[in-house]
């Protein structure tokens, strides 16, 4: 088995996943290879950060700016529920309420 499946299964146990393993396989691939471990060690120091940042979530700041690059809805877009049509409208982009075409308007997809 390849460093690359042991790192795998080594980052699905950090994310509390099955590793597809057997816990003593891995641990003791991980006491024999010292890159392995080194990588293991990366990768939790990396989801502790990422955690970490979750947990305060984004700043307002970030916030708009992300509103801004998805094409600035405009005032009261970061409301939740808020409709970037506008007063009940479809959205410009041809796609049902759901998000897909022809869904969520009762109809089906248009036929090729």
Known sequence: MRCAHFRTA?????DGEPTG??????DKHLARCAACRAWGERAERL???VVEAG??????DWSAALLANLGGYGAGADRVGADPAGAGGAAADG?????????GDGGSAPER
Do not use: V
């Not at 393993?21 to 891995?26: F, M, V």
């Not at 947990?55 to 307002?60: E, I, L, V």
């Open 55 to 60: 947990a305060a979530g984004p700043s307002a």
């Open 95 to 103: 796609l049902g309420a759901t998000g897909g075409p022809g869904q």
């Open 21 to 26: 393993l057997p816990d003593r396989r891995l």
């Open 10 to 14: 080594l980052s699905a146990r950090l």
């Open 47 to 49: 989801r502790d950060r």
